[in-house]
């Protein structure tokens, strides 16, 4: 699973279904939770051309207006011929404003993971198709994949700030780095004795190169937020990112899923944090987890953003 929902479009006329396209929008990203990429098409000999057939592999859904004018199902013939010789695994929706052409055409020709509508009705099928798509993925290992994948950009746009903010950091911020941040290393490092000596280090907190410090092991992403909360509260307070709400919304997901064994009972699917509580496997936790993964990334990408002011 992956947090960007990828549409293939292939419609001549996008401006008379700018809101379908909207509604559509708003499923995926306001309700689902997922980011969408749509990608326009005018014509299906533009697709071959520009895209091609092994790269549907990279939508998730195709949305493909056949134009069924009684002079053009030719076309239509040769598209889901086409489809059909190139072993297309993606869902696909057909529709037409020529409704009862269409499903004349398709009655002996339709692949497997075909579906149709009204032109009109593009939308609320779509919606349909797409909570199709969600529920094959949408699984505990699926789910582990996408906060994986995500927490480590979270972590590389964390990493950018911390590296802009580094030549302007002074005595106060490095001291903060220093007492806060490096003594939690330094404890990482004494609960690891049995397998490595612990040496004092005295040097001064003036010394601190935060550039250099990213590629330090123990720098990770609990800390990396703690740095980039500091760095907000003197450059953009503003902005309402905190350390605490990301530490319990993302990194704490993150951990249990990374390490948590998936368990069932007969209130369904859990994961167990290490205080014994519940982690419920819900497709409503489901989506929240993808929302608040948007939302850091937002606050993130806006922290960066102004440092570059």
């Known amino acids: 699973?992956?947090?960007m929902?990828?549409?293939?479009?292939i419609e001549d006329q996008m401006h008379s279904i700018r809101g379908k396209k909207r509604v559509i929008s708003n499923y995926i990203e306001n309700e689902k939770g997922f980011e969408?990429?749509?990608?326009?098409?005018?014509?299906?000999?533009?697709?071959?051309?520009e895209i091609g057939f092994d790269s549907l592999k990279n939508y998730d859904l195709l949305l493909i207006d056949l134009n069924l004018d009684d002079d053009e199902s030719a076309d239509g013939n040769k598209i889901i011929e086409s489809i059909r010789n190139n072993n297309i695994y993606t869902e696909i929706i057909f529709y037409s404003s020529h409704y009862e052409n269409l499903l004349?055409?398709?009655?002996?020709?339709?692949?497997?993971?075909?579906?149709?509508s009204e032109r009109k009705q593009i939308d609320t099928k779509a919606k349909k198709i797409i909570d199709v798509t969600l529920h094959k993925i949408q699984d505990v290992n699926n789910l582990r994949g996408l906060i994986m994948a995500e927490v480590a950009?979270?972590?590389?746009?964390k990493k950018n700030i911390i590296q802009k903010f580094n030549k302007e950091a002074d005595s106060d911020f490095k001291k903060y780095i220093k007492e806060d941040v490096f003594s939690k290393i330094k404890d990482d490092l004494t609960s690891l004795k049995c397998l490595v000596k612990v040496v004092e280090s005295e040097f001064s907190h003036d010394e601190i190169n935060?550039?250099?410090?990213?590629?330090?092991?123990?720098?990770?992403?609990f800390k990396k937020s703690r740095t980039v909360n500091k760095i907000k509260s003197k450059k953009c307070n503003e902005i309402d990112f905190k350390h605490e709400d990301y530490r319990k919304d993302v990194i704490a997901k993150r951990n249990v899923l990374a390490h948590q064994k998936e368990e069932e009972?007969?209130?369904?699917?859990?994961?167990?944090?290490?205080?014994?509580?519940?982690?419920?496997f819900t497709e409503e936790h489901c989506i929240q987890i993808r929302k608040d993964i948007?939302?850091?990334?937002?606050?993130?990408?806006?922290?960066?953003?102004?440092?570059?002011e």
Do not use: A, H, V
Request: charge should be negative; avoid cysteine.
């Open 5 to 9: 929902y990828k549409i293939l479009w």
């Open 104 to 116: 004349t055409l398709l009655k002996e020709n339709i692949p497997e993971g075909i579906f149709t």
């Open 265 to 280: 009972d007969s209130d369904g699917k859990f994961l167990l944090y290490p205080n014994g509580n519940r982690l419920e």
């Open 1 to 3: 699973m992956k947090l």
């Open 36 to 49: 969408l990429e749509i990608k326009y098409i005018e014509t299906f000999q533009q697709f071959k051309d």
């Open 153 to 157: 950009e979270l972590d590389r746009i």
């Open 294 to 308: 948007k939302k850091y990334k937002n606050l993130l990408e806006q922290i960066s953003n102004k440092l570059d």
């Open 210 to 221: 935060l550039e250099e410090l990213q590629n330090n092991f123990f720098y990770d992403s």
